[in-house]
Protein backbone atom coordinates (compact mmCIF):
# COMPACT_ATOMS: atom_id res chain seq x y z
CA UNK A 1 0.00 0.00 0.00
CA UNK A 2 1.30 3.35 -0.88
CA UNK A 3 0.26 6.42 0.61
CA UNK A 4 0.16 9.89 -0.37
CA UNK A 5 -0.29 13.23 2.18
CA UNK A 6 -0.47 16.40 0.51
CA UNK A 7 0.14 19.79 1.49
CA UNK A 8 0.03 22.87 0.20
CA UNK A 9 -3.55 24.23 -0.14
CA UNK A 10 -5.68 27.50 0.70
CA UNK A 11 -6.79 30.94 -0.10
CA UNK A 12 -5.83 32.48 -2.72
CA UNK A 13 -6.69 35.75 -4.85
CA UNK A 14 -7.35 35.84 -8.53
CA UNK A 15 -4.12 36.05 -10.59
CA UNK A 16 -2.29 34.71 -7.58
CA UNK A 17 0.07 31.20 -7.59
CA UNK A 18 0.32 28.38 -4.75
CA UNK A 19 2.50 25.44 -4.67
CA UNK A 20 1.10 21.66 -3.87
CA UNK A 21 2.93 19.01 -2.69
CA UNK A 22 2.43 15.41 -2.27
CA UNK A 23 4.60 12.92 0.16
CA UNK A 24 4.95 9.40 -1.00
CA UNK A 25 5.55 6.12 1.44
CA UNK A 26 5.33 2.79 1.25
CA UNK A 27 6.20 1.61 -2.00
CA UNK A 28 9.19 2.15 -4.48
CA UNK A 29 8.34 6.13 -5.79
CA UNK A 30 10.27 5.75 -9.13
CA UNK A 31 7.80 2.46 -10.10
CA UNK A 32 4.76 4.90 -10.24
CA UNK A 33 3.81 7.65 -12.60
CA UNK A 34 2.38 10.43 -10.52
CA UNK A 35 -0.96 13.10 -11.61
CA UNK A 36 -2.63 15.82 -9.97
CA UNK A 37 -6.38 16.03 -9.71
CA UNK A 38 -9.56 17.94 -8.68
CA UNK A 39 -12.67 18.44 -7.87
CA UNK A 40 -14.96 21.01 -7.28
CA UNK A 41 -18.37 20.66 -5.78
CA UNK A 42 -21.02 19.14 -7.90
CA UNK A 43 -18.60 18.03 -10.39
CA UNK A 44 -17.02 14.55 -11.02
CA UNK A 45 -13.05 14.84 -10.48
CA UNK A 46 -10.79 15.39 -13.33
CA UNK A 47 -7.52 15.15 -14.31
CA UNK A 48 -5.50 18.28 -13.92
CA UNK A 49 -1.42 17.26 -14.65
CA UNK A 50 1.04 14.28 -14.40
CA UNK A 51 4.39 12.94 -14.37
CA UNK A 52 6.17 10.04 -15.93
CA UNK A 53 8.61 7.98 -13.19
CA UNK A 54 11.67 9.66 -13.79
CA UNK A 55 10.30 13.00 -14.40
CA UNK A 56 10.87 13.63 -17.73
CA UNK A 57 7.52 13.40 -19.42
CA UNK A 58 5.08 15.37 -18.16
CA UNK A 59 0.98 16.07 -19.58
CA UNK A 60 -1.61 18.83 -18.74
CA UNK A 61 -5.22 19.10 -18.69
CA UNK A 62 -5.76 21.89 -21.51
CA UNK A 63 -7.41 24.16 -18.91
CA UNK A 64 -4.14 24.61 -17.06
CA UNK A 65 -1.90 24.54 -19.60
CA UNK A 66 0.51 27.24 -19.46
CA UNK A 67 -0.46 27.89 -15.77
CA UNK A 68 0.60 25.01 -13.86
CA UNK A 69 3.50 23.27 -13.78
CA UNK A 70 4.14 19.58 -12.51
CA UNK A 71 7.15 18.14 -11.47
CA UNK A 72 8.81 15.72 -9.01
CA UNK A 73 11.87 14.89 -6.72
CA UNK A 74 12.71 11.46 -6.59
CA UNK A 75 15.26 11.38 -3.94
CA UNK A 76 12.55 12.74 -1.07
CA UNK A 77 9.53 10.58 -2.75
CA UNK A 78 7.30 14.14 -3.29
CA UNK A 79 5.51 15.43 -6.31
CA UNK A 80 4.71 18.88 -6.75
CA UNK A 81 2.33 21.48 -8.18
CA UNK A 82 3.28 25.09 -8.80
CA UNK A 83 0.02 26.60 -9.92
CA UNK A 84 0.20 29.96 -11.17
CA UNK A 85 -1.99 32.66 -12.98
CA UNK A 86 -5.10 31.25 -10.50
CA UNK A 87 -8.70 31.41 -11.72
CA UNK A 88 -11.79 31.16 -9.23
CA UNK A 89 -12.62 28.15 -11.70
CA UNK A 90 -9.25 26.95 -10.19
CA UNK A 91 -11.00 26.52 -7.28
CA UNK A 92 -11.30 22.63 -5.75
CA UNK A 93 -9.99 20.07 -3.43
CA UNK A 94 -6.79 18.96 -5.31
CA UNK A 95 -5.76 15.44 -5.04
CA UNK A 96 -1.98 13.33 -5.36
CA UNK A 97 -2.31 10.18 -7.29
CA UNK A 98 -0.15 7.15 -7.88
CA UNK A 99 -0.56 4.99 -11.21
CA UNK A 100 1.17 1.63 -11.93
CA UNK A 101 1.90 2.65 -14.51
CA UNK A 102 5.28 4.69 -15.16
CA UNK A 103 4.23 6.82 -17.92
CA UNK A 104 2.01 10.24 -18.26
CA UNK A 105 -1.63 9.00 -17.57
CA UNK A 106 -4.42 11.28 -17.98
CA UNK A 107 -7.21 8.47 -17.46
CA UNK A 108 -8.45 8.06 -13.44
CA UNK A 109 -9.05 4.82 -13.61
CA UNK A 110 -5.39 4.15 -14.07
CA UNK A 111 -4.39 5.42 -11.09
CA UNK A 112 -4.30 2.56 -7.83
CA UNK A 113 -3.79 4.89 -4.94
CA UNK A 114 -5.15 8.50 -3.57
CA UNK A 115 -4.14 11.21 -1.38
CA UNK A 116 -6.98 12.84 0.99
CA UNK A 117 -6.81 16.00 -0.68
CA UNK A 118 -5.84 19.59 0.08
CA UNK A 119 -8.74 22.38 -0.68
CA UNK A 120 -7.66 25.18 -2.86
CA UNK A 121 -9.97 28.43 -3.10
CA UNK A 122 -9.38 30.98 -5.74
CA UNK A 123 -11.16 34.08 -4.47
CA UNK A 124 -10.80 37.53 -3.91
Known amino acids: QMQLAESGGGLVQPGGSVRLSCVAS????????MGWFRQAPGKEREFVAAVDSGGGDTGYADSVKGRFTISRDNTKNTVNLQMNSLKPEDTAVYYC?????????????????WGQGTQVTVSS
Open 26 to 33: GRTFTNYG
Open 97 to 113: AASEYTIVISNIHQYNY
